[in-house]
């Protein structure tokens, strides 16, 4: 018995000492256990052949991005986002301010030829005095230019009978000279002062400077509009006596008034700066077999110019209003001679050329 508990106890120790490693006196180092390396050749044969992880900005697994295999975030910096784009939109900010400031105070340039390109009328030098009673026959030519183009109020003309005329123009060193024979069936003037335009009546714009503002198509310190009436309520004769009028009569009564008739009369719009009735502008007026003749002299002071010279060229335009409807304030059609004619464009007018 006790040789066959010897053996049983041999036997414990043996299988206790190779399951648990331990090393006895006597015995070896046992070597690791652990599964052979995988062949990678044999393996490239038959094993399928695996995809690499796919890189992805997002930590979730729902990306189908590995975060054990993935390319790596970029780790801030202390650089803020975007500082490229930031410092061009601050330099295109900067350039677009210096450029508007550059439009803003630029000073622009109009300046152009020294002669409108319209139609022109020449002004012969008056070398005697002209008595500016509306008789034109002494003028010469007493005929210049012919005052046809309808550039307002064309639904309201019925030809030349109704409304059309023809022009003269001198000049001396004090005066520019206009002389109108207009063609007018029925003569209406109902109004005064500023409003004259709205019944029969004479419109000159005059451009003292062409060259320094040829392409500015608005109106300027250098331009003037002048309108001339040949009377309210008809034409009239009257003699002046101490710069006040001293008796009128009325000649020509086709229009109905609601008060005494007045004299010619000479209002000017512009500039502004110097709007108002101008009793420096001296007018006569008479009537004729198919309307009305007027003559009138300007003083060049009151167009701004100093020094008038045979060669000077102005910008220039000659308009006649008409109104057929007594009793009432309307400008019912415009005709001129420059066929462009726009009262508040001075490109549009034509020219002045002293002889």
Request: glycine share 8%; proline share 6%; aromatic share 10%.
């Amino acid at each position: 018995m006790s040789k066959i508990k010897f053996r049983h106890l041999i036997v414990a120790i043996t299988v206790l000492t190779i399951l648990t490693g331990c090393t006895l006196p006597g015995f070896s180092t046992p070597t690791p256990f652990s599964f052979p390396t995988p062949d990678k050749t044999m393996t490239a044969l038959f094993e399928p052949t695996q995809a690499a992880p796919a890189t992805s900005a997002s930590s979730s697994s729902s990306s189908g991005g590995d975060d054990k295999t993935a390319t790596p975030k970029v780790v801030p910096t202390n650089t803020p986002e975007y500082t490229a784009t930031e410092d061009l939109q601050a330099t295109q900010t900067a350039e677009a301010a210096e450029t508007l400031e550059a439009a803003l105070t630029a000073t622009l340039t109009y300046e152009g030829p020294v002669v409108r390109s319209g139609a022109s009328i020449s002004a012969d030098f008056i070398d005697k005095k002209l008595n500016i009673d509306g008789d034109l026959y002494e003028w010469k030519p007493p005929i210049q230019k012919v005052i046809n183009y309808v550039v307002f109020g064309k639904e309201n003309w019925t030809g030349e009978l109704d409304c059309s005329g023809t022009v003269v123009a001198g000049w001396d060193e004090d005066y520019l000279y206009i002389g109108v024979r207009v063609k007018d069936d029925k003569y209406v003037q109902e109004a005064t002062g500023e409003q004259i335009y709205l019944g029969d009546s004479i419109e000159i714009l005059f451009d003292r400077y062409v060259s320094a503002d040829y392409y500015l198509q608005s109106l300027s310190a250098d331009d003037y509009q002048i309108g001339i009436s040949p009377g309210k309520g008809g034409i009239l004769t009257y003699s002046i006596s101490s710069g006040k009028v001293a008796s009128m009569s009325l000649i020509s009564p086709t229009a109905t008034t609601t008060g005494d008739p007045k004299p010619p009369q000479a209002y000017m719009w512009f500039p502004k700066t110097n709007a108002g009735k101008k009793t420096e502008i001296k007018i006569g007026a008479l009537e004729s077999g198919q309307g009305y003749q007027v003559e009138f002299r300007i003083p060049w002071s009151l167009l701004g110019v100093a020094n008038p010279s045979s060669g000077d060229h102005y910008g220039f335009a000659l308009s006649i209003s008409d109104n057929d409807k007594a009793g009432t304030l309307k400008q019912q059609t415009v005709v001129s001679n420059v066929p462009t004619r726009y009262y508040a464009n001075p490109t549009s007018w034509g020219d002045l050329y002293l002889k």
